[in-house]
Each structure stands twice: as structure tokens, then as C-alpha cells.
């Protein structure tokens, strides 16, 4: 259905708008408690509103999407919101990095409510932009081409992810190099690349807008509940939502105290430090991608999430060991967990978007109307509700130290040697990060074990063979080979 320029068109549109969602997901909470010195647990709730509102935005803006008809809106049915969201996205996402120049240092109460309002309107037109985006991909290709699409649309989203990250882990070395922090030059350098970073994301949507032409569809009216309750009787895709829900507290929990972990548990500071740790875990991003992809064409997308998560099981507890074993150095410890953490991860980033274009496929084939504004949509409002869940979690832990919990310093000096943590002020919800992501973790597994994430995967017995008896199964038929 699209030639090949074209898939590179709608691929690229992710680019910007992914690195904007990475500098707020991982940048806004460390930034407004370190640099704005906005207190931890206000933090936390101003970030979980913002993900409250993209999900039920995203709910929103998918049933309308759906509804519109393609000969009534001028622009287009998805069109129409990207044509006005990309913008807006832009505007708030610049102002959330920018409150050095409009408010006063010292209010708790105005900074605040500037984190709860341009983090609110950054999620808002973050689901009234991505959501018909996204729904627009089933409509534009088939099933021969939607695995080609969403690997080129994994890729920008990579490459969106590594700008993204890269960018907060070097430029929250230059602000932390800056006495001044945020409010000296290192607030200046901040601007500008909020800046070139809003305008690459209006830019990099126009080719696709352009030269991609919208699927006519008749208006067909349809009430929202109606549509819901098609979406709740569809088990596997419920199924999928249960699971990644659970997960994504935890995924959340590992984001927003990812730098704070970088640089107080694992002793990555200045920026050079960043730069070098930074580019280790992009290329290790990519050689994961590259392997779960082939993994996952022998085993399907189900068993690649169940295998990926179980491994993380045994991985992620070790947080509290990272830094404390003998003759090993910290920083060497650090990025062998990160790399290691990192790599099983990676599964979570790599499916979504290809298991969601197959569940709305599929639902077309069997009912004959499209329905994938809302299965894009409807996914949002249980995921930000986990993800609000998890902000407020780290809004506690980040505040969470021996020295709150025992009251006096003396007690902290003795918890130190207990535990073997060297700083009383590091915050114990960073050294006890990885056992608290794993709980999330071990409650996902069973739920993605009941479903089948895989519509179109042809062989049923892959389908329906544990993970772990196809491994041990194949090795076995190896042995005897031999």
C-alpha cells in the first residue's frame, strides 16, 4: 500500500516527538527536584497528573479519530490532529524546561503548579498527536508490509531514544558542572536545544502529512462505551494491557530515578562520564533489538517478552550489591549491571507497537470496521494510570533515606555498616531499585503467560509450547543429533 519512500516518511514522524517524550520521561523528574529543588513527593504527583491526562486524552482523541469522517474533516481524519498537535506539543514541551526564566526559586506552590500545568498540556497533546498517528499505521498498510513499517518505525524510535537520553545524560552533567545550575549559562544551553528540539518535531511530521495520502472512510456513528466494551471482550488484547500495565510502575519507577541511580549509586557525574556510559548503552540497545528481533521470529513476541522478563528476575535484585563488591570498581560494576539490565529490557521497547497494529488487523479482518484509534487509545488510560502510579512511588523513594527513616545521624552511621551503603544521604529507594522493579516485574509474568500476542504467527505449537520446553526441547533434539 505505501511505496518505499513513503514508509520512510510515516517512520521518520517518530523521531522528534520520541525525543521529546524521552527528555520528559527521564529529565522532568530528576530536573525539578535537583534543579528547580522542588520537593521529591510534589514532584511525583505533578508528573503522575501529566500521565493521568495523556491517558485519558489518548482514550479520547482515538474514539474521535475513529469517528470522523474522511470526507467532513478538510485536513483528514488523523490528519487533523497532527496538523494542530504537532505545534502544540512543541509549545508546552518548551515551557516545561524553561521555568528558570518565568518563575521565582523559591515558591514551593508556583513551582508546582508550572510543573502540574505544562506537564499536564505536554501529555495532552502528546495522546492528541500520537494517538491518530498511530492509529493511522493499520490503515495504510497491510500485513505484508506492517513488520517492515513498525521495524523502521522501531528504528527511528531508537535513534529518537538515543538523541533523547544522550542529550539528558550529557546535558545533565553540563548543569551539574554549572554552579548555578539551570539558573547560569548551563539554563541557556538548555533553552536553545528545547528549542531545536520543537522544531524538529513539527519538521520531521510534514513528510508524511504531505506525501501520504489518508484511506477514505465512511463516518459511521458509534457510541463510546459500545466501542469500549468491543475492546474489554477482546481477551489477548486485555490480556496484553494487564500485563504491560503492571509492568510499566515498575518501568516507570527505573526511568525517573534512572539519573539519580547513574549518579549516586553507580558514580557517573560530570559529562564526559555520561557521554562515554551514554553511547555504551546505545550500541548495546541496538545488538538487543537486532537479537530479540530474530528471537522473536523463532518464538514469536509472547515468549520473547516471558523469556526477556524472567531473566531480569535474577538481574534487576542485585541493585543493592552494585558499587559494594571488593577489588571491582564501582563505575566497572555499573555498567556491567546497566548493560546487562538494559539488554533484557529492551524487549519492552522493541513488540509494542507491532503486537497493537496485529490485535487492530485482526479485529478488522473478523468485524469489517476499524477500530484502531480505540485498541491505540484504550491501552493508554490503564498504562498512565501505572505510570502515574510509578511517579508518585519514586517521588517517595527519591525522599526515602536512613537518615528520614531513623531519625538522627548516629542511627545512619550504624545502618551503614549493616547495610553496607557508604553515604547515609544517597536516598535508599535508589539502592533498593532493582528489588522494588522486580516485584513489578513477577507480577506481569503470569498475566502475559495467558495470552497470544502472536495472530498471525502460523504455527501453532510455538504458540502454545513454553518458552523454556522449546529451548530445552531443542537442545535436547541437538544433543541427540550429535
Not at 535537583?34 to 521529591?40: A, F, G, K, T, W
Request: proline share 4%; charged share 15%.
Amino acid at each position: 500500500m505505501l511505496t518505499n519512500r513513503q514508509k520512510i516518511y510515516y517512520a521518520i514522524c517518530r523521531f522528534g516527538s520520541t525525543i521529546l517524550l524521552n527528555v520528559v520521561f527521564i529529565a522532568t523528574f530528576w530536573m525539578y527536584t535537583n534543579q528547580v529543588e522542588l520537593d521529591p513527593i510534589l514532584n511525583g504527583v505533578g508528573n503522575a497528573v501529566g500521565k493521568l491526562v495523556i491517558g485519558i486524552s489518548s482514550l479520547l482523541f482515538g474514539y474521535l479519530s475513529d469517528s470522523l469522517s474522511s470526507s467532513k474533516a478538510r485536513m483528514g481524519r488523523r490528519k487533523l490532529f497532527i496538523w494542530t498537535g504537532a505545534p502544540a506539543l512543541a509549545l508546552s514541551f518548551v515551557m516545561l524546561f524553561t521555568p528558570q526564566l518565568f518563575i521565582p526559586a523559591s515558591s514551593q506552590t508556583i513551582k508546582f503548579v508550572w510543573l502540574l500545568v505544562w506537564n499536564a498540556l505536554f501529555h495532552l497533546f502528546y495522546g492528541y498527536l500520537l494517538i491518530p498517528f498511530q492509529s493511522w499505521m493499520p490503515e495504510i498498510t497491510n500485513e505484508e508490509e506492517r513488520v517492515q513499517v513498525s521495524g523502521l518505525q522501531n528504528s527511528v524510535n531508537l535513534v529518537g531514544s538515543a538523541v533523547g537520553s544522550g542529550f539528558v545524560l550529557i546535558m545533565s552533567g553540563f548543569i551539574k558542572d554549572d554552579p548555578q545550575g539551570i539558573y547560569g549559562p548551563a539554563g541557556t544551553y538548555l533553552l536553545v536545544f528545547a528549542l531545536i528540539f520543537a522544531v524538529i518535531e513539527m519538521i520531521f511530521f510534514l513528510p508524511a502529512l504531505l506525501k501520504i495520502k489518508e484511506k477514505k472512510v465512511v463516518h459511521e456513528r458509534r457510541q463510546l462505551f459500545s466501542e469500549i466494551k468491543v475492546a474489554l471482550r477482546n481477551r489477548n488484547y486485555m490480556i496484553w494491557v494487564g500485563g504491560f500495565t503492571v509492568l510499566n510502575v515498575g518501568v516507570t519507577l527505573l526511568t525517573a530515578l534512572m539519573i539519580d541511580f547513574i549518579e549516586q549509586v553507580l558514580g557517573v557525574v560530570s559529562a564526559l562520564q555520561k557521554f562515554l556510559f551514554g553511547t555504551i548503552m546505545f550500541l548495546v540497545v541496538i545488538i538487543s533489538f537486532f537479537f530479540w528481533s530474530r528471537f522473536s521470529k523463532r518464538f514469536g513476541k509472547k515468549w520473547s517478552l516471558i523469556f526477556s522478563f524472567s531473566f531480569l528476575l535474577f538481574w534487576m535484585p542485585l541493585t543493592p550489591l552494585v558499587g559494594k563488591i571488593p577489588v571491582i570498581p564501582p563505575v566497572v560494576q555499573g555498567y556491567v549491571f546497566g548493560v546487562i539490565a538494559l539488554f533484557g529490557m529492551s524487549s519492552a521497547y522493541l513488540f509494542p507497537y507491532a503486537i497493537l497494529a496485529d490485535f487492530a488487523d485482526e479485529d478488522e479482518r473478523k468485524t469489517a470496521e476499524n477500530r484502531s484509534g480505540m485498541y491505540t487509545g484504550f491501552k493508554s488510560l490503564p498504562f498512565n494510570i501505572a505510570q502515574a502510579t510509578g511517579f508518585i512511588l519514586a517521588g517517595f523513594m527519591r525522599s526515602w533515606s536512613i537518615e528520614k527513616m531513623f531519625g538522627y545521624v548516629g542511627i545512619g552511621v550504624v545502618s551503614n555498616r549493616i547495610t553496607g551503603i557508604s553515604d547515609s544521604t544517597t536516598p535508599l529507594g535508589l539502592i533498593w531499585l532493582g528489588p522494588i522493579v522486580t516485584i513489578f516485574l513477577a507480577l506481569s509474568i503470569p498475566i502475559l503467560w495467558q495470552g497470544d500476542f502472536d495472530p498471525f504467527l502460523k504455527d501453532e505449537r510455538v504458540k502454545k509450547t513454553s518458552i523454556f520446553k522449546q529451548i530445552f526441547n531443542r537442545n535436547k533434539v541437538n544433543k541427540s543429533e550429535d
